[in-house]
Antibody, heavy 121, light 107 residues
Framework: EVQVLESGGGLVQPGGSLRLSCAAS????????MTWVRQSPGKGLEWVSGISGSDGSTYYADSVKGRFTISRDNSKSTLYLQMDSLRAEDTAIYHCAKVQGIAVTDAFDIWGQGTMVTVSS | DIQMTQSPSSLSASVGDRVTITCRAS??????LAWYQQKPGKIPKLLIHAASTLLSGVPSRFSASGSGTDFTLTISSLQPEDFATYYCQKYNSSPITFGQGTRLEIK
């Protein structure tokens, strides 16, 4: 079964850091781009970041550029999101999603249940 | 950046109704558009990609069309399980953007 499973969420103070992980299974991880999407409680979907499956090119939403870093370890079939300088407005459920193709410019066909990140003092 | 605007933001309809949701891009995105369904407390589900291609297993009552800047998602005969929030998404280039969502409620 194709699936992705996030971990690493929690409560962090403003200005703090957190590292999310996403373990993938059931598909050849290196052949696909991966992405992070967040959803604040009761709000819509916001794309956060993506990474290609080929050369590892990375892409970010303006709201997180310079603070978040996406990476992947193809040997472990795992996606990461390093989140630094966290703000209250970063509070959300963070979903890992598999992209349909090797480039990030494709639809997201497999979503994880998400991990909750709460930024609060 | 390209903005995606969905309309309506919410819609009340009855089982058996035909409903249409529209999505407009602020610039030409060709057919790089997807539609997702999200039920309360659940994760988003990809229904359609490339503007009009249904994913395997998606009921044929769902259809979509459009190219360039104007797109539509149509449900021909609403079923109880279709009441959810629907999002369009453009993915032609970064940043990838979602519409604000259309909440489809039971009348």
């Amino acid at each position: 079964e194709v699936q992705v499973l996030e971990s690493g969420g929690g409560l962090v103070q403003p200005g703090g850091s957190l590292r999310l992980s996403c373990a993938a299974s059931g598909f050849t991880f290196s052949n696909y781009a991966m992405t992070w999407v967040r959803q604040s409680p009761g709000k819509g979907l916001e794309w956060v970041s993506g990474i290609s499956g080929s050369d590892g090119s990375t892409y970010y939403a303006d709201s997180v550029k310079g603070r978040f870093t996406i990476s992947r370890d193809n040997s472990k079939s795992t996606l990461y999101l390093q989140m630094d300088s966290l703000r209250a407005e970063d509070t959300a459920i963070y979903h890992c999603a598999k992209v349909q193709g090797i480039a990030v410019t494709d639809a997201f066909d497999i979503w994880g249940q998400g991990t909750m990140v709460t930024v609060s003092s | 950046d390209i903005q995606m605007t969905q309309s309506p933001s919410s819609l009340s309809a009855s089982v058996g109704d035909r409903v249409t949701i529209t999505c407009r891009a602020s610039q030409d995105i060709r057919n790089f558009l997807a539609w997702y369904q999200q039920k309360p407390g659940k994760i988003p589900k990809l229904l359609i990609h490339a503007a009009s291609t249904l994913l395997s297993g998606v009921p044929s009552r769902f259809s979509a069309s459009g190219s360039g800047t104007d797109f539509t998602l149509t449900i021909s005969s609403l079923q109880p399980e279709d009441f959810a929030t629907y999002y369009c998404q453009k993915y032609n280039s970064s940043p990838i953007t979602f519409g604000q969502g259309t909440r489809l409620e039971i009348k």
